[in-house]
């Protein structure tokens, strides 16, 4: 298993990754995105700004690095910057399939992408993701899983993913959505030939949405590696949005409230890689004293206070505008 590198390192920030999302497109579903990117966004101002990231997040311990083919040119800009950097072979790389970017680098196109979960996509995609990462590729998840996606019961998919996974890549499942929980149970449950396919899964969690949790606890009992994404609720447990009680840990702490936030994901057992979505390297620097903050039961408590029913959290987030 490619994740048991990380086991290896000494950094405090080993389980902590960058996951490209909010840097690979002009056009995401973060808050504050006119503060956090230049006004030109243009691929050179984007390709930039994300080698920067990766430049502090390799000088500061991160190794996962987490991209999607529809994360704009996300694959390309971690290629050009590994292609750039052969002394970071200790990386652990992984990308998502089942997506396909539409938005033409534009802010107001009508949709920004597309999901399709058929074998004919992975196959697509998959041969766009090896011209630009080759062998570097550790991880393929499948992009979104919801317990109706076609993902989970094509055994001819499951067969050519088995056949991926035999010549070295870990495949997994990211998920999304109020049924993360069943989706996964589901995902837990496909084999090939007797043998689980699915090695990782990357799920939402955080202080508001936790409906995953027991789910994610049994993932990881049965040997899966767990990725945390959206810690920070899409910017919504940072900035101008934090909720007082992370505001008043986060004081008390002399940290972020970044830091808080992403603290109470590493805290649970099952976490194996908690993924930052910095778009900054002053939001990088922050979120990686996530390792700092003691979270006792007593401010456990208070952080439970936030979480809202799964229906509500992804309602919302469904509202945000791309920006």
């Given at each position: 298993m490619p994740f048991a590198r990380l086991s290896e390192a000494t950094t405090p920030t080993a389980h902590i990754g960058l996951g490209l999302a909010a840097v690979g497109r002009p056009g995401y579903i973060n808050l504050h995105r006119d503060r956090d990117l230049p006004q030109d966004r243009s691929p050179d101002a984007l390709r930039d700004r994300t080698h920067e990231l990766l430049d502090a997040a390799y000088a500061q311990g991160v190794r996962y690095f987490d991209a999607a083919r529809s994360y704009g040119r996300a694959e390309e800009f971690l290629a050009g910057w590994l292609a750039a950097h052969p002394e970071a072979d200790?990386?652990?790389?992984?990308?998502?399939?089942?997506?396909?970017?539409?938005?033409?680098?534009?802010?107001?196109?009508?949709?920004?992408?597309?999901?399709?979960?058929?074998?004919?996509?992975?196959?697509?995609?998959?041969?766009?993701?090896?011209?630009?990462?080759?062998?570097?590729?550790?991880?393929?998840?499948?992009?979104?899983?919801?317990?109706?996606?076609?993902?989970?019961?094509?055994?001819?998919?499951?067969?050519?993913?088995?056949?991926?996974?035999?010549?070295?890549?870990?495949?997994?499942?990211?998920?999304?959505?109020?049924?993360?929980?069943?989706?996964?149970?589901?995902?837990?449950a496909v084999t090939v030939d007797g043998a689980p396919l699915f090695r990782t899964v990357q799920a939402t969690y955080n202080a508001l949405e936790t409906s995953a949790g027991p789910a994610l606890a049994e993932a990881h009992a049965a040997g899966l590696t767990v990725i945390v994404k959206e810690g920070m609720a899409n910017g919504r447990l940072a900035g101008d949005q934090v909720p007082a009680v992370v505001r008043e840990i986060a004081d008390e702490e002399g940290l972020g409230a970044d830091a808080v936030a992403l603290a109470l994901v590493l805290h649970q057992p099952w976490a194996g890689v908690v993924l930052s979505g910095a778009a900054t390297v002053a939001q990088l620097s922050g979120n990686l004293h996530a390792a700092v903050p003691v979270l006792d039961e007593e401010r456990r408590a208070r952080l439970e206070a936030l979480v809202e029913e799964p229906e509500a959290y992804w309602r919302h987030r469904a509202s945000l505008p791309w920006s």
């Open positions: 200790d990386v652990v790389v992984g990308s998502k399939w089942g997506y396909t970017y539409t938005a033409d680098w534009g802010l107001d196109a009508e949709t920004h992408e597309v999901k399709d979960h058929s074998l004919a996509a992975f196959e697509r995609q998959r041969a766009e993701t090896a011209a630009l990462l080759g062998d570097r590729l550790d991880l393929y998840q499948i992009h979104s899983v919801t317990p109706d996606s076609p993902a989970l019961t094509d055994k001819e998919l499951h067969a050519r993913l088995a056949e991926l996974a035999a010549q070295g890549v870990s495949v997994g499942i990211s998920t999304s959505g109020p049924a993360q929980a069943e989706a996964i149970l589901a995902a837990l």
